[in-house]
């Protein structure tokens, strides 16, 4: 197990930064998701921890040692990609034993852990395979068994499911976490979907150009994101923007009222963004809810378990608002003007001009 920590770690490619000054540490046995955008820097980050890229500036440490000048094969770190091309002509005991023939490991050396790391990828009964002969799932636990044979102090995973289809990817992702807590390993796994990142991680850092925007538990980046960038990228939808005046000491959205707790103390006619997640919103009402004004119906789609409704609304910062309702619930026809409601104590305010979020603290 290796405490994985990076300090100021920038890439550049020509004149182009592809990692700034990126800060992180994944503590020891922990499973860190790294969630961003294509192009947004995550495998030059795995690549540079791996040794397979030169940093520009900056330092990586396992545990207290400096690596950062190590060359890869002294790094012991296991790697598992999205093209996690097995080799074709060798069966799956080969193409599992093959880090280790390379390494000049002993004829019953090699059988006894090939043979390990099988039974714990529930791979025994296939390593007579070739490639061609298993499924993507089975292929992929090959990959992830190559990694694994040579007991790596840390893991690197870039996107090692996204050739697997959605069904089997669900059932990979729940093996995986699985496995890597039985190991204990420290991992670091990259993807760009952030349902993924957010069911896998310990702890999630979301990357957006090269820059980390927040490093957190994946309930505390959903409620607490720091920022609206990040507030817009995490999340199924991403949270509602709403423009917001401070008014008599309460914030004032379109025609609504909203009371300010008392910790907060705004100065009168400032101007916030005021986040609220899809299911803090309401059509119905009770007494303890906030009024939020009228919003005109634009459609709705249909999620078995709930129903997502797109509203207009005359203080949305973002078109459109999306509420999350129970699948039970009375439908309102397109261009229907409806009453919405907030559910007090579910919502965050932002600074409109650099988006930094200012409540909760
Ligand atoms: P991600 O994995 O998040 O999709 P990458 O780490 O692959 O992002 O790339 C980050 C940025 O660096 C991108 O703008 C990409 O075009 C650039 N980049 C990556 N590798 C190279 C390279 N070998 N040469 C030039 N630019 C590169």
Redesign the pocket.
Known sequence: MVRVRIERLT?L??S?P??LELSLTAEAGEFLTVV????????????LIAGL?TASAGEIFFNDEPITHLPPQMRDVGMVFQNYALYPHMTVFENLAFPLRVRKWKRSAIQERVHAVARLLDLDGLLGRYPRELSGGQRQRVALGRALVRSPRLFLF?EPLSNVDAQLRATMRTELAALQRTLGITALY?T?DQTEALSLGDRVAV?IA?RLQQLAPPAELYMKPASVTVARFIGTPPMNFFTATVCCGALSVSSATIPLPDSLRLPEDSRWLLGVRAEALTLTTTDELHQLGNARVQGWEYAGYEILLSLEHPAAAFSPILVRLPASSRLPQPGEIVPLWLIPGTWCLFEPDSGVRVFPP
């Open positions: 890439k490619y020509g182009t592809a990692l961003g955008p294509s192009g947004s820097g995550k495998s030059t980050l795995l690549r890229e870039d990259v760009h990357l090269g």
